[in-house]
């Protein structure tokens, strides 16, 4: 069995960072001047230009390197120490669950101030009728 590793993916990797930050094909393509047929043709090439793929990691916000050098088991390793490590400690972060607030009277208070903008935009439109 041969030891040699494949070639990565170039195509691939951008394809995962882009999904990764939420962004689409055609907002990517808007960003670099590409059409987003262009952006779905080099996700799927193993190797692109130099040029092209600095102006893709630009617009996704991460260094060449970085895509060239992409891989999942990397950044599933890097968000468990992250969460490890936010709960290892002293103080705030032992519980990550830990509120200082109450979600629900939150919500209730957003929809207090809604029900008050819908009240006020009613009683001006029905100044604005007596007025005619």
């Known amino acids: 069995?041969?030891?040699?590793?494949?070639?990565?993916?170039?195509g691939r990797n951008i394809s995962r960072?882009?999904?990764?930050?939420g962004m689409k094909q055609d907002a990517l393509a808007y960003e670099i001047g590409l059409?987003?047929?262009?952006i779905s043709s080099i996700e799927g090439s193993e190797t692109v230009e130099k040029d092209k793929l600095?102006?893709?990691?630009?617009?996704?916000?991460v260094t060449v390197e970085a895509?060239?050098?992409?891989?999942?088991e990397n950044v599933f390793n890097y968000f468990n120490n992250f969460y490890d490590n936010s709960t290892a400690g002293?103080?705030?972060?032992?519980?990550p669950n830990n509120c200082t607030f109450n979600p629900l009277d939150k919500v209730v208070e957003l929809y207090e101030?809604?029900?008050?903008?819908e009240k006020?935009?009613?009683?001006?439109?029905?100044?604005l009728l007596k007025d005619k």
């Open 90 to 95: 002293n103080g705030i972060f032992n519980n």
């Open 17 to 21: 960072i882009r999904e990764l930050k």
């Open 35 to 38: 059409s987003q047929q262009t």
């Open 120 to 127: 006020d935009k009613v009683e001006y439109l029905e100044k």
């Open 1 to 10: 069995m041969s030891t040699a590793t494949k070639p990565k993916h170039i």
């Open 54 to 61: 600095e102006k893709i990691a630009n617009a996704l916000g």
């Open 67 to 72: 895509i060239e050098s992409f891989s999942e």
């Open 113 to 117: 101030r809604l029900v008050q903008a």
